[in-house]
């Protein structure tokens, strides 16, 4: 028998980057908001320059209960679904933003109307055979102010290129416009960033610094960033990654209307007959609890969204909470994440500094570029960025020159070379699918006996993966022109699953037929539910979804405090 707890006005699932997020302004505004955390507090000595512990034996994303729910993949119904490798993904107060790259992207204008421009310019058979895309219900002027917002209280580093109309040089030229200049400017370049910089410029193209939720200076009592590496899958010992277990949550506990429930691992969210949600079923060291609430706010990650609300099943819901239009788990998609490596005849000097810090080029990304022949819409941002470790080094590729992986003229490769390549990271549009989708594997369970998500990818889809290959071109083109002498561009094309970067599954929009949210984040079926995250997006542009899904979160925040009556009562 759960144990009941004292009613609050909105219980909040999931404390990472978008419930961090939200729990602010709620917190402000005087609501009494428990979290739901599966992980716990993290301590800056638990982070440490060590490239085994970080990125080989990964033990900030080990632990918890992320490792136990591993979703299964399959590429269609044909085949038996298996469980994919490590979760990239974490539990903590601050979830993944922990330990992220904490690159901030904005999505483009073009990103929130995408069918519709694409038609307009194009023509309807350009739209990707197989695709469910329709345009956000909303447009990107009508969040600009929340991403505003999130650049300031959380804190984001970089150089504007378009503010209010006005655009400039060193910055994007190619974003949306903004309001105002970045908090902080941007993270510091080094001898290679500016050959990479001059070699784009002399393409003709348009290079700036990219945007990172990473303090480039002192800020709010916590340290600049010291470019001493071991950022990328690591938490930051001096705090100068901004994740929102060191910005917003501490804001909102000093508050006194947040209370944190850690090691909290939910089973259910619990409705009434008449379908409104009343609260939250979750086990604590090996006790039940029942958390009443007015609202609830699920922001889970994408793959325990959709899990959470299809184990929710009840009498107003049959086949899973907000689901009696079959739309949780639909319009599932993930990045496609990719990148190449040029071996240069000079040490490029990339041990140290951050994945966020480097250069970047948006020429080919979203619809800057006229795409008629080309067989695919969307495209590719390319960044070429720092920070690289002796045990990667070592797994280089060998540009033709060996074969074997081991021996003596293996290590004489290495040492020769390991210093002298340079990496590179690929952010391609990707677009939902009729045959991708998540559900549960009825065979598949976690340590409670619950099933896993499953993923059904429905197999390489021809529009990104011509994207891609498009992008390598430009790529390689840009390497050769700063002076490679050598460029790997060999990758697999597979479809993504168990990503950092996954979306849909709960997506937004006005129609309750092909969506699970509207257009504020709340179900169209129950009224009083929100769901937050990447899960609600309908496309993810040539970027990464971290900005998007916490400015929508602050923004589903505000919508609640503005509708509070209409919404919980």
């Not at 483009?108 to 995408?114: E, I, L, M, N, R």
């Not at 319009?331 to 500094?353: C, K, M, R, S």
């Not at 590729?397 to 021996?407: E, L, P, Q, V």
């Not at 509207?518 to 609600?536: I, K, T």
């Amino acid at each position: 028998m759960a144990t009941s707890l004292k009613p609050v006005d909105v219980a909040v699932i999931g404390l990472g980057a978008a419930g961090g997020v939200a729990v602010l302004p709620l917190a402000r505004a005087g609501l009494k908001v428990a979290a739901l955390e599966a992980g716990t507090w993290m301590s800056p000595r638990d982070f440490k320059a060590d490239e085994i512990h970080n990125n080989v034996r990964r033990w900030v994303t080990s632990v918890f209960k992320t490792q136990r729910e591993i979703p299964t993949v399959r590429a269609d119904t044909s085949e038996q679904a298996r469980q994919a490798g490590p979760h990239p993904m974490m539990n903590a107060v601050g979830g993944t933003s922990v330990h992220y790259w904490a690159q901030s992207w904005r999505l483009k204008p073009w990103d929130f109307k995408t069918r519709s421009e694409t038609i307009r310019r194009y023509g309807p058979n350009a739209i990707p055979k197989g695709s469910t895309l329709e345009d956000w219900p909303i447009t990107y002027d009508e969040l600009e102010p929340y991403y505003d917002t999130i650049e300031w209280e959380v804190g984001v580093s970089g150089k504007a290129g378009n503010i209010q109309g006005k655009l400039d040089p060193r910055g994007n030229i190619f974003e949306g416009p903004r309001r105002r200049e970045y908090p902080m400017p941007p993270l510091r370049s080094t001898e290679f960033i500016d050959r990479m910089s001059g070699a784009a410029k002399g393409l003709g193209w348009h290079p700036f610094h990219p945007p990172a939720a990473i303090n480039t200076q002192p800020r709010n009592n916590r340290s600049g960033c010291m470019y001493h590496g071991y950022c990328a899958t690591g938490g930051c010992h001096v705090s100068a990654k901004n994740s929102t277990a060191v910005t917003t949550i501490p804001e909102a506990v000093k508050t006194k209307n947040l209370t944190i429930f850690d090691l909290a691992h939910v089973r259910r969210i619990v409705t009434d007959a008449k379908g409104r949600v009343t609260g939250v079923n979750y086990v604590r060291n090996r006790e039940e609890f029942f958390q009443p609430a007015k609202v609830v706010l699920l922001a889970g990650y994408t793959y325990e969204n959709s899990r959470l609300l299809q184990l929710s099943k009840s009498s107003a819901y049959p086949n899973g909470l907000s689901n009696n239009h079959g739309q949780v788990g639909k319009h599932f998609f993930a990045h496609y994440q990719e990148g190449i490596t040029a071996l240069f005849p000079f040490d490029v000097n990339i041990w140290y500094g951050l994945p966020a810090q480097g250069i970047t080029v948006d020429d080919f990304a979203d619809d800057v570029y006229d795409h008629t022949g080309l067989g695919f819409i969307g495209g590719t941002s390319l960044h070429v960025r720092t920070e690289r470790h002796a045990i990667e080094a070592a797994a280089m590729g060998s540009y033709g020159a060996r074969t074997a992986s081991w021996g003596s003229a293996w290590k004489r490769h290495i040492h020769e070379n390991a210093a002298r390549v340079a990496v590179t990271y690929h952010q391609t549009s990707t677009f939902p699918y009729e045959s991708c989708y998540l559900d549960l594997d009825p065979e598949v369970k976690d340590p409670l006996g619950d099933s896993v998500c499953r993923i059904t990818t429905g197999g390489p889809k021809e529009n990104e993966s011509s994207a891609v290959r498009y992008a390598h071109t430009k790529m390689e083109q840009w390497f050769r022109e700063a002076g490679a002498v050598a460029v790997d561009s060999s990758v697999d094309l597979g479809v993504p699953a168990v990503s950092t970067h996954a979306y849909g599954g709960t997506r937004m929009g006005d129609n309750p037929e092909t969506n699970v949210v509207d257009r504020w984040g709340f179900s169209h079926e129950a009224p009083n539910l929100g769901v937050l995250g990447a899960s609600v997006m309908g496309t993810s542009g040539a970027r990464n979804p971290t900005l998007t899904a916490q400015a929508l979160a602050w923004r589903t925040a505000d919508h609640l405090i503005k509708n509070w009556k209409s919404i919980a009562e």
